[in-house]
C-alpha cells in the first residue's frame, strides 16, 4: 500500500484543498496523517469526517509562523513528508488586508523551511533519504495570459495580487532552501480548485448559496476573465502522486483542463440549481448582477499540464461539467455544513475592492 508506515505532515490541513489531502490520504493510503492547522476563519475540522477516530490521523492546532511550535511537532512526530498547504488565499481579502498574506505565506513559508531543514539535517539513512518538502502554490504567480498560450513549469513570474505576490515569494524561499542547503523540495502550481468543503466566500460556492437563497448572483466586470477549473480530489491525487513519484527540485503544474469565463461558470451553475432545486420566482439566470470588477483583475489563467500527466502518469478524473454538477448537488445535499458557517458569522459581502 502506498505511504505504508510513512508519516506526513499536512499544513493547512483543515483548509479546502488541505482536507481534500488529508481525506484522500486515509481513503486511499496508509499514510499516518499529522494535520496542521491554525484554524482560521476559513477552516474547519468539520472537513474531514473521517478523521476523529482513525487511528492513522491526528490533528496539532499549530500556525505555521509559530517556529518553537513547528520544532517540537517536528521532534513529537518524526514526519517522512511535508505537504505545505497552510496559506491565506482569497484575493480580493489580500488587497483590503494584504499584511495577513505577507505573514503566513511568505513568514510561515519561511519558518517552517527552517524548522524542516533542521529536522532533515538531523536524520539519517533511508529516512534521510526518503524525506520530502511539497509546497503547494498557484498559477496566479505567472501573472495574467494574453487570449493564447499556457502557463508552463518555466514560465516567467509576474503575480499582480497581493495574494498572488506572496505566493510567488514562498515559491521562490522554497527554490532557495533547495538549491542553497539541499532540502529535498517540490513545488506545484495548480489552477483554479472547485469541489466539496468550498468556503463560501469563493466563486463558485458564493454562487450555489446565493442561488438557493434566490438571491442575486454578483458577476465580476463584464465576465469574460477566464480560469482553468480543477476539481480539488482530483488535485489531491496529483500531489500525493508528485509527493511519491516526482523528482527532487522539480515544479509540477496542475491543471484540469476546462478553461470557462467567470459568466459560463455562473450560468452552468444557474442551469443546474433550476434543474435540481427550481426556485418559485424563476430561472436564476435571471438574478445575473454585473458589479465592479476586481483592481489588478487577472484576464486569463490556463494550465499546461503535460509535464505531470507525461513524467507521473496523472489525469484529472473529472471534466467540468462532472465535476460542477458533483459539486452543485453536494452543496445542495450538505446545507448543514454551510449554514453552519453562516450561522458562526461569517456574511457573504464584497470585499477587495481597494478602499
Given at each position: 500500500?502506498?505511504?505504508?508506515?510513512?508519516?506526513?505532515?499536512?499544513?493547512?490541513?483543515?483548509?479546502?484543498?488541505?482536507?481534500?489531502?488529508?481525506?484522500?490520504?486515509?481513503?486511499?493510503?496508509?499514510?499516518?496523517?499529522?494535520?496542521?492547522?491554525?484554524?482560521?476563519?476559513?477552516?474547519?475540522?468539520?472537513?474531514?469526517?473521517?478523521?476523529?477516530?482513525?487511528?492513522?490521523?491526528?490533528?496539532?492546532?499549530?500556525?505555521?509562523?509559530?517556529?518553537?511550535?513547528?520544532?517540537?511537532?517536528?521532534?513529537?512526530?518524526?514526519?517522512?513528508?511535508?505537504?505545505?498547504?497552510?496559506?491565506?488565499?482569497?484575493?480580493?481579502?489580500?488587497?483590503?488586508?494584504?499584511?495577513?498574506?505577507?505573514?503566513?505565506?511568505?513568514?510561515?513559508?519561511?519558518?517552517?523551511?527552517?524548522?524542516?531543514?533542521?529536522?532533515?539535517?538531523?536524520?539519517?539513512?533511508?529516512?534521510?533519504?526518503?524525506?520530502?518538502?511539497?509546497?503547494?502554490?498557484?498559477?496566479?504567480?505567472?501573472?495574467?495570459?494574453?487570449?493564447?498560450?499556457?502557463?508552463?513549469?518555466?514560465s516567467p513570474y509576474a503575480p499582480n495580487s497581493p495574494y498572488?505576490?506572496?505566493?510567488?515569494?514562498?515559491?521562490?524561499?522554497?527554490?532557495?532552501?533547495?538549491?542553497?542547503?539541499?532540502?529535498?523540495?517540490?513545488?506545484?502550481?495548480?489552477?483554479?480548485?472547485?469541489?466539496?468543503?468550498?468556503?463560501?466566500?469563493?466563486?463558485?460556492?458564493?454562487?450555489?448559496?446565493?442561488?438557493?437563497?434566490?438571491?442575486?448572483?454578483?458577476?465580476?466586470?463584464?465576465?469574460?476573465?477566464?480560469?482553468?477549473?480543477?476539481?480539488?480530489?482530483?488535485?489531491?491525487?496529483a500531489l500525493t502522486l508528485v509527493l511519491e513519484r516526482g523528482?527532487?527540485?522539480?515544479?509540477?503544474?496542475?491543471?484540469?483542463?476546462?478553461?470557462?469565463?467567470?459568466?459560463?461558470?455562473?450560468?452552468?451553475?444557474?442551469?443546474?440549481?433550476?434543474?435540481?432545486?427550481?426556485?418559485?420566482?424563476?430561472?436564476?439566470?435571471?438574478?445575473?448582477?454585473?458589479?465592479?470588477?476586481?483592481?489588478?483583475?487577472?484576464?486569463?489563467?490556463?494550465?499546461?499540464?503535460?509535464?505531470?500527466?507525461?513524467?507521473?502518469?496523472?489525469?484529472?478524473?473529472?471534466?467540468?461539467?462532472?465535476?460542477?454538477?458533483?459539486?452543485?448537488?453536494?452543496?445542495?445535499?450538505?446545507?448543514?455544513?454551510?449554514?453552519?458557517?453562516?450561522?458562526?458569522g461569517y456574511a457573504p459581502t464584497r470585499v477587495g475592492l481597494?478602499?
Amino acid at each position: 500500500m502506498r505511504f505504508k508506515g510513512a508519516t506526513i505532515f499536512v499544513t493547512g490541513g483543515a483548509g479546502f484543498i488541505g482536507s481534500a489531502v488529508c481525506r484522500h490520504l486515509l481513503a486511499d493510503t496508509q499514510a499516518n496523517v499529522i494535520n496542521l492547522d491554525k484554524l482560521t476563519y476559513a477552516a474547519s475540522l468539520d472537513n474531514i469526517p473521517d478523521g476523529p477516530g482513525n487511528s492513522r490521523y491526528a490533528f496539532e492546532r499549530a500556525d505555521i509562523c509559530n517556529a518553537p511550535l513547528l520544532r517540537q511537532l517536528f521532534a513529537k512526530f518524526q514526519p517522512d513528508a511535508v505537504m505545505n498547504l497552510a496559506a491565506e488565499s482569497h484575493v480580493d481579502r489580500s488587497i483590503d488586508g494584504p499584511g495577513e498574506f505577507i505573514q503566513t505565506n511568505v513568514i510561515g513559508t519561511f519558518s517552517l523551511l527552517q524548522e524542516a531543514l533542521r529536522y532533515y539535517r538531523g536524520l539519517t539513512g533511508a529516512q534521510r533519504e526518503g524525506f520530502r518538502f511539497l509546497h503547494v502554490s498557484t498559477d496566479e504567480v505567472f501573472g495574467s495570459l494574453g487570449k493564447e498560450g499556457f502557463f508552463s513549469e518555466v514560465s516567467p513570474y509576474a503575480p499582480n495580487s497581493p495574494y498572488s505576490a506572496s505566493k510567488a515569494s514562498s515559491d521562490h524561499l522554497v527554490r532557495a532552501w533547495h538549491e542553497t542547503y539541499g532540502l529535498p523540495t517540490l513545488l506545484t502550481n495548480c489552477s483554479n480548485n472547485y469541489g466539496p468543503y468550498h468556503f463560501p466566500e469563493k466563486l463558485i460556492p458564493h454562487t450555489i448559496i446565493k442561488g438557493l437563497a434566490g438571491e442575486r448572483l454578483p458577476v465580476y466586470g463584464d465576465g469574460q476573465n477566464i480560469r482553468d477549473w480543477l476539481f480539488v480530489e482530483d488535485h489531491a491525487k496529483a500531489l500525493t502522486l508528485v509527493l511519491e513519484r516526482g523528482v527532487v527540485g522539480q515544479t509540477y503544474n496542475i491543471g484540469g483542463r476546462n478553461e470557462r469565463t467567470n459568466l459560463q461558470v455562473v450560468k452552468a451553475i444557474c442551469d443546474l440549481l433550476d434543474e435540481l432545486s427550481p426556485h418559485v420566482s424563476g430561472s436564476r439566470h435571471d438574478s445575473i448582477l454585473f458589479v465592479a470588477d476586481r483592481p489588478g483583475h487577472d484576464r486569463r489563467y490556463a494550465i499546461d499540464a503535460s509535464k505531470l500527466e507525461r513524467e507521473l502518469g496523472w489525469r484529472a478524473e473529472k471534466n467540468f461539467e462532472s465535476g460542477i454538477e458533483s459539486t452543485v448537488r453536494w452543496y445542495i445535499d450538505r446545507k448543514d455544513w454551510w449554514k453552519a458557517i453562516l450561522a458562526r458569522g461569517y456574511a457573504p459581502t464584497r470585499v477587495g475592492l481597494g478602499q
